[in-house]
DNA sequence: CTGCCATTTTACCGGC
DNA sequence: GCCGGTAAAATGGCAG
């Protein structure tokens, strides 16, 4: 039954069982996550406006900073900086 | 302490630490997902098959065999299944 | 006018805003594509099977084959495929 | 060969065969894309930075101001506006 | 040519 | 029950 085709049927499946019982657990803590803003939502908190503060807070986090200065070099040389006319202007 | 505008401040404040923590716990729980596939793959297997495997065995088989049957059915009804064509074939 | 820092912003204006141009027609575009689907999808079509249809269409031939030859010897080698009990069945 | 199980294979063949045409359509302009970039690589423009320019623009030009009235209630709440101590620094 | 990253597409979930 | 937005999966481009 296992080792058809040059692979290992046995192999295979423990692989496949990992991941299944790896996504079993994910599974959980997502209806965990659910719960916990529908919580918060019967308590009348807005669960989009969780959401956004959440995701502020994760940017905020990351890194963003390193290439801004190089980003600054592109925005001078397009004028969107605040000391030169900018492209938005020609845009609107 | 920062009540404002008829929110509880700390309320909330529990509420986004709990989605945050259990986002942290996902996070890792996906990064092992990622680390089994490339072990997967590291040993020779396709990730993208496992990956239909794994979705097949999640889905009820009526379903599957519901949706392979309407896959039929539209392959059909654009010629794309031999079949018609072989029968002839074969019966010539 | 801009040349900061070395470099052109009247050149990277015009890059930008051929790429903005360029993406405001692919939006176009996906807007037909949407309407499509949702027009299939009000006189009954599935329009998941839809979108597996186009995507088999799209694909090579010999690539569709090879890839559920790869999938069926998985499935037989996790014992998903019926094939060879039903052989025995039928020989017994 | 058409009306099999009943549906009609020339409508879904019309409607197929429209969203292959969009499609194509679609592909030659992300090619336009490509090049566009590509050339601009070519005397010495950043890519990536160029697209974190054309995202902002883009990010500017949506409403998104609109909630921010609810998100600052909620942000006052957690500390988080300047006046305030902050969550950031709890988590620190 | 392989692995990585970004983009795109698909599937899911909650709201109306 | 449909629609919208959000998260996951897959595809494709790019660099090394």
Redesign the interface.
């Known amino acids: ?5 040059g ?3 046995n ?3 423990l ?2 069982e ?3 019982c ?2 079993e ?2 599974n959980d ?2 209806e ?2 659910r719960d ?2 529908a ?2 939502k019967s ?1 009348g ?2 669960v ?3 959401k ?3 995701k502020l ?1 994760k940017m ?1 986090k990351e890194d963003v900073v390193e ?1 801004e200065e ?2 600054d ?8 900086l605040p000391s ?1 006319e900018s ?2 202007e020609q ?1 609107a």
Do not use: H, P
Request: proline letters at 0%; zero cysteines; glycine letters at 4%.
């Open positions: 039954m296992t080792d058809i085709s692979i290992s049927g192999q295979l499946r692989f496949i990992k991941v299944e790896l996504e657990e994910k803590l997502m965990n996550l916990v803003f919580e918060a308590v908190f807005d989009k406006i969780m956004q503060i959440i807070r905020k290439q190089l980003l070099i592109y925005k001078a040389a397009l004028g969107m030169f492209l938005d845009a």
